[in-house]
């Protein structure tokens, strides 16, 4: 017998335990949990196709709620988990949670930056700190650094919707006329806007989408005034009209003639100035400026000519005010922080939430705890943690709280992680991950057809608390379906088609339990790859 067989007998249209990652998983997609904006559209079945089972809600694990929190107030919440724990899926549920929550109240939306693809970032950290990639490179990494990496991702997500174009990060949902409604808000607000523009926008690498946005905005343009314009072109003619209407017609001398000599050439030193300071000066100002952005987002994948295309065509006003980031004072990253809130605002947003995952996967890190731990650490500051209106949810290796547990009690008086809502491990009970496959099996079933348990596919010898003690032994969802995909292929593989033998038997459960929970032991011993 093949698996084909034995789910057409059972009326199951997909393997319900195949999938062992949340974010290509089919299944999960299914069960309720992705946001309107990325779940594809739900359309009637094709001919020959079965309608399936929808979930109206997924099987979550018990502490989501607490991880989740008030989206009307978003808070910060710290997650441990192993590899397969489910850190994934809980990211996918938060953002299927927004989804509808901003659906539900327009007025009252909750503002989502994915901080979970870090390649991009890490590598441009690395080039612009140059430090050795044999050693840990992220040593020196600085609370501003994410900080700035956040903002990037979110003015992006913010500028990508007013103006389309570029599908990286991908576009938020600001409702219809996006554009149209950013021309309309206040003067200060726009000019939040371009401000953050010209120093997060990663899709400008020359400045001329700072200029479009401008002029969307109908906001001042920078560089010289028309009256400093018309002086440098044209302020040599007056000198030198004087000096030779002196020279040719005057008539003048002595005292006179000197001091109107020495006024022309006043007039000429003074133009001379003036040039300098507009085509030398004022140009070595922006590109000190722009270096200095350069150095200081050191997280920010843009190139330096981007900077220097962007702020000479901001007003003259932005460039000596001090709101650039060109140190490494957080006070200027809280105000960025602060603007792009005020931006959002205009579009019905009353919060933000950052969510961060797969700080072990990029390539740099390749699941270093030390590389982690110095990627991570600098983000435990209680006042960034509960920010006002902005809300983290860290979903990180379960690596990162031994380590966490070594630290210094001077370390935990400044994370106040008694404040965080902190889930020390991610861990999944029998009863729980039985409800998890059962809620998978529900949805790779068509909708007109009886009810099917998991413990139904097994013979009347195996009980169901049999079936939560196996799972108890797996521990986490992956390794859960591993254990009932490895049941239902020994079965198959043990009989004829002819057997008619549907139910699995207690012997198998037994043997592949006792195989799934050495190789689980293994893996948290560390002496096998999973």
């Known amino acids: 017998m093949n698996l084909s067989q034995f789910f057409e007998h059972w009326s199951i249209v997909e393997n319900p335990f195949r ?23 739900e359309s009637a079945p094709m001919p020959g196709e079965v309608e399936l089972t929808r979930q109206g809600t997924s099987s979550t694990h018990s502490d989501f709620e607490k991880i989740l929190g008030e989206l009307h107030r978003p808070s910060t919440s710290i997650v441990f988990g192993e590899k397969g724990a489910g850190k994934t899926a809980i990211r996918l549920q938060i953002a299927g949670r927004i989804g509808r929550h901003n659906e539900d109240f327009p007025e009252r939306k909750v503002f989502m930056i994915p901080y979970d693809d870090l390649n991009t970032m890490l590598d441009q950290y690395v080039d612009r700190d140059g430090r050795s990639k ?7 990494v600085r609370l501003v650094d994410h900080m700035d990496a956040m903002v990037s991702i979110g003015v992006g997500r913010v500028l990508n919707a007013i103006l389309p174009g ?22 200060l607000i726009r000019r939040d806007l ?63 003639f000197n001091a109107v000599q020495i006024g022309s050439g006043v007039l000429l030193v003074l133009w001379m100035l003036l040039l300098g300071k507009g085509l030398v000066l004022d140009r070595l100002v922006i590109n000190r400026i722009a270096s200095k952005l350069h150095k200081q987002c050191r997280m920010v994948p843009r190139v330096g000519s981007g900077y220097l295309g962007s702020l000479r065509r901001m007003p003259g006003s932005v460039l000596g005010s001090g709101e650039l980031p060109t140190t490494d004072s957080d006070e ?7 603007r792009l809130r005020r931006v959002i605002a205009e579009f019905g947003f009353t919060g ?57 009690s001077a370390f935990f008086q400044e994370a106040r992680l008694d404040k965080q809502n902190m889930v020390e491990r991610l861990s999944w009970t029998g009863a729980m991950l039985y409800d998890l496959c059962n809620a998978r099996l529900a949805v790779c079933r068509p909708s007109n057809v009886p009810p099917l348990a998991l413990v139904d596919v097994f013979t ?36 004829t088609a002819d057997d008619g033998s549907w139910r699995i038997p207690k012997h198998i459960l037994d043997q592949v339990r006792r195989e799934e929970a050495e190789r689980v032991m293994q893996l948290q011993r560390g002496i096998r790859p999973a």
């Open 460 to 495: 009347e010898d195996v009980t169901r608390q049999d079936l939560v003690e196996a799972l108890s032994a797996m521990q986490q969802p992956r390794d859960a379906f591993k254990f009932m995909y490895r049941c239902l292929n020994e079965h198959c593989a043990s009989v």
């Open 19 to 41: 999938g062992e990652e949340a974010r290509h998983d089919s299944i999960f997609a299914r069960m309720g949990i992705s946001s309107p904006e990325t779940r594809p559209a």
């Open 134 to 140: 044999k050693e840990n490179p992220f040593e020196g």
């Open 332 to 338: 200027q990253r809280y105000a960025m922080f602060a």
């Open 194 to 256: 371009l401000l953050l523009q010209s120093v997060y926008d990663t899709n400008d690498p020359s400045g001329a989408r700072t200029g479009r946005l401008r002029q969307l905005l109908k906001m001042p343009g920078g560089g010289h005034s028309a009256l400093m314009v018309i002086g440098m072109w044209l302020g040599w003619m007056p000198a030198v009209a004087l000096f030779g209407w002196l020279m040719l017609y005057s008539g003048l001398e002595g005292f006179v």
């Open 166 to 187: 570029p599908t990286e990060p991908p576009a938020a949902n600001l409702g219809e006329n996006a554009a149209k409604r950013a021309r309309k808000m206040p003067a």
């Open 352 to 408: 933000i939430l950052v969510v961060i995952d797969r700080v072990d996967e990029p390539t740099l890190i390749n699941g270093d705890p030390d590389r982690m731990r110095s990627l991570i650490w600098p983000m435990l500051n209680n006042k960034f943690l509960q920010l006002e209106g902005v809300g983290l949810k860290m979903l990180l290796p379960i690596e990162l709280r031994h380590a966490l547990f070594k630290e210094s």
